[in-house]
């Protein structure tokens, strides 16, 4: 099982982005898929997610800015980034707890996508 994601970049404030998570393998399910992000410095932390129950959560700074989706059939997984700050600045993370076809479960990590807002 692998989780890419793609998306980042360089934008200005006010700006947009849109990251994408594709999970490829052996999947059954993802349980809670997330996005958190790391700002150099900083501890990683949670930016969106689902929980287990199906709704969304966000971090206080993203609310209203950011939204969470998913294409459950094709185990994609977005984040659409509306009136970035220089704050949001940092390596984006996808995340997600992932049943294995062969009914194996275990949390999954993507490899960081990184997006810079310019001033």
């Known amino acids: 099982v692998q989780l890419q994601a793609s998306g980042g970049g360089l934008v200005q404030a006010g700006g947009s982005l849109r990251l994408s998570c594709i999970a490829s393998?052996?999947?059954?399910?993802?349980?809670?898929p997330g996005w958190y992000r790391q700002a150099p410095g900083k501890q990683r932390e949670l930016v969106a997610a689902?929980?287990?129950?199906?709704?969304?959560k966000y971090a206080d700074s993203v609310l209203g800015r950011f939204t969470i989706s998913r294409d459950v059939a094709e185990n994609t997984l977005y984040l659409q980034m509306n009136s970035l700050k220089p704050e949001d600045t940092a390596v984006y993370y996808c995340?997600?707890?992932?049943?294995?076809?062969?009914?194996?479960?275990?949390?999954?990590w993507g490899q960081g996508t990184l997006v810079t807002v310019s001033s």
């Open positions: 995340n997600g707890v992932v049943i294995s076809t062969t009914g194996f479960l275990r949390e999954y």
């Open positions: 393998g052996s999947i059954f399910m993802i349980v809670a």
């Open positions: 689902f929980t287990s129950g199906g709704s969304t």
